[in-house]
């Protein structure tokens, strides 16, 4: 027989191991992917791998900087366009919209944050792609295909909203009526204790809404690579054709295999994007605990 | 006592609906300028339901239906062209549990002038000085102005709110249960600062504890279901109610 405390010792011992095998995949994979980056760190240093603008594998070379730019200028646009829309189409949500409506687009965002990046990406593809080439292009007097990283971000930025909307609607219809009724008792009107109450209580949850944004701005692939048109160069502009280091991964895999050096600079190029979200992750730990005292 | 053109705030046949509930049903009274008025009653008798008609606040209870009227210096609150801001601004409120908004405690004793539009910073530092120490708060946290309101303790959370509320120079302050959640020492401080501002301010105070409003009270209005079972000089009510409910609520037989 064996005693209620020993069941429960041994139902301790059992649940740890989901999370041991969490933590050794994940470290298993920085292994592996550090192990496999060796090559191409012994043959180019560092810099030269970050800040090299030639990406010509064929020719033995492998900079990173144009990959690194295109993933930084359309997280960039993804955000500039996705926060702002983002934050006040949640106030409206939360604190505006008669309850109807409200139920009715809360459901919606939640199917929006359900849809496959691939669907987005066709969507892109037949809608944005066109509209950029034929109109907002020749608008800015500039010649395009379409296939940009402008493209990309505006894409990225439509698969961000439901994030940040649902977490911040969330955030601000959890803040206590009474802190509103203070707010209001002392004659600020509706807007006013909106900007000044409700956001303000609410800001831990909305800075977190922007980093987990940002996070899946980064690291998003499939949309990515089907409309920026995936060309490993710097772009010149927004109108540009480039591509991301997720983009730059899932488009060569395969054809790599040949050259011993070219799997290993891709192999580097996923502990880059794995580092880089480590340290995103961490950051948003750290300021979320500096701002929700 | 409703009739009286003094009265500061008078309702006239006031019956509020939540959804389906009737909550207030056909409440007359009239509260005097001066002194404090203690609306008293058992819990859920809709004492705080009418605290909150009176400035307003009832308004952003979902599904709720006021009928009759409000009086607040003899203009009409829920008239269609009615400021409500300007109402709202009339009538201080002081909650049973304090309120500190997600700021400094600096920044929530000046909220109200901020909103009302004063700028200046040195008319902002000398009102808040000023409200700080009528509160009996200064002295324990002119030193820490800049630190988040919630980091005071609950008694001093709730001087806060109180000096808050003075800041935006009020006529009327509406308090429900404002010691309940407070320690002995913390309701006392609340209870004589309520006393001192009695004679330029009018106040109303909800309480459920007899105690409190015997403590307080210059007028009393009973509340009973909804309804004002009876209302009158403090003196009177507590010493010789008119009404068999009345008297039964005074000697605990119901609460
Ligand atoms: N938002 C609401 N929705 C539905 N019913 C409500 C709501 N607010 C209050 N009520 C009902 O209205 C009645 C009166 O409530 P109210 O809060 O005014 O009572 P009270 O006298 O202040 O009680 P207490 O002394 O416990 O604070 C109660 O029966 C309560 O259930
Ligand atoms: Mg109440």
């Known amino acids: ?293 | 006592m409703t009739d009286n053109k003094e009265n500061r705030i008078v309702t006239k046949d006031l019956n509020v609906w939540i959804g389906k509930n009737h909550i207030l049903k056909d409440v007359n009274i009239g509260i005097p300028p001066r002194g404090i008025t203690v609306i008293l009653g058992p819990s859920g008798c809709g004492k705080t339901t009418l605290l909150k008609t009176f400035n307003r606040l009832i308004d952003l209870v979902d599904g709720v239906k006021v009928r009759g009227t409000v009086l607040l210096d003899g203009t009409d609150v829920y008239h269609n062209t009615q400021d409500i801001e300007g109402v709202r601004k009339k009538m201080g409120l002081l909650c049973q549990r304090p309120t500190p908004l997600p700021m400094s405690i600096y920044d929530n004793v000046i909220y109200g002038l901020w909103v009302h539009g004063e700028r200046s910073r040195k008319a902002l530092d000398r009102k808040a000085e000023i409200y700080l120490k009528k509160v009996g708060l200064w002295a324990e946290v002119h030193d820490r102005l800049t630190d988040p309101a919630t980091k005071l303790s609950l008694g001093q959370q709730q001087r806060l709110c109180l000096a808050r509320g003075l800041a935006v120079e009020p006529e009327v302050i509406l308090c429900d249960e404002p010691t309940s959640a407070l320690d002995p020492t913390s309701s006392r401080k609340i209870e004589n600062m309520l006393r001192e501002l009695k004679s330029v301010y009018t106040i109303v105070l909800v309480t459920h504890t007899l105690r409190l409003a015997e403590l307080l009270a210059d007028h009393v209005i009973f509340i009973y279901g909804g309804r004002v079972v009876e209302q009158g000089d403090a003196d009177q009510v507590f010493n010789n109610p008119t009404k068999k409910l009345t008297k039964a609520f005074m000697v605990g037989e119901i609460s």
């Not at chain 1, 295999?257 to 950051?283: C, G, H, K, T």
């Open chain 1, 1 to 293: 027989m064996i005693s209620k405390k020993g069941w429960d010792r041994i139902y301790e011992r059992l649940l740890t191991v989901p999370s041991l095998i969490v933590v050794s995949v994940f470290i298993s994979m920085f292994a592996f992917l550090i192990y496999r980056s060796l090559p191409i760190l012994e043959s180019k240093s560092l810099g030269h791998i970050l800040l090299s603008s030639r990406w010509n594998p064929d020719r033995g070379s492998f900079g990173l900087f144009p990959m690194i730019i295109g993933t930084i200028l359309v997280t960039v646009i993804a955000m500039v366009i996705a926060v702002p829309i983002s934050i006040f189409s949640a106030i409206y949500i939360s604190e505006y919209a008669p309850r109807s409506v409200k139920s009715t687009i809360k459901s919606i965002i939640d199917v929006l944050a359900g849809i496959p990046s691939v669907v987005y990406g066709m969507c892109a593809i037949l809608v944005l792609v066109p509209l950029v080439s034929d109109h907002v292009g020749p608008f800015f007097g500039v010649d395009t295909t379409g296939y940009s990283v402008l493209t990309a971000g505006i894409t990225l930025s439509v698969m961000i909203f439901p994030i940040i909307i649902s977490i911040c609607v969330e955030a601000f219809q959890s803040v206590p009526l009474t802190l509103r009724e203070a707010s209001l008792t002392l004659g600020a009107t509706k807007w006013e204790t909106v900007k000044y109450v409700v956001f303000r209580k609410a800001s831990p949850s909305v800075y977190s809404s922007i980093l987990l944004g940002f996070g899946r701005a980064f690291g998003e692939t499939m949309a990515v690579a089907m409309v920026i048109g995936n060309l490993p160069f710097v772009p010149r502009s927004v109108f540009s054709p480039a591509t991301t280091i997720p983009a730059i991964i899932a488009t060569t895999y395969g054809e790599m295999m040949s050259l011993p050096l070219f799997d290993s600079a891709i192999m580097f190029s996923a502990l880059l994007l794995l580092i880089i979200v480590v340290i995103f992750n961490i950051l948003a730990k750290v300021v979320i605990m500096k701002y929700s005292r």
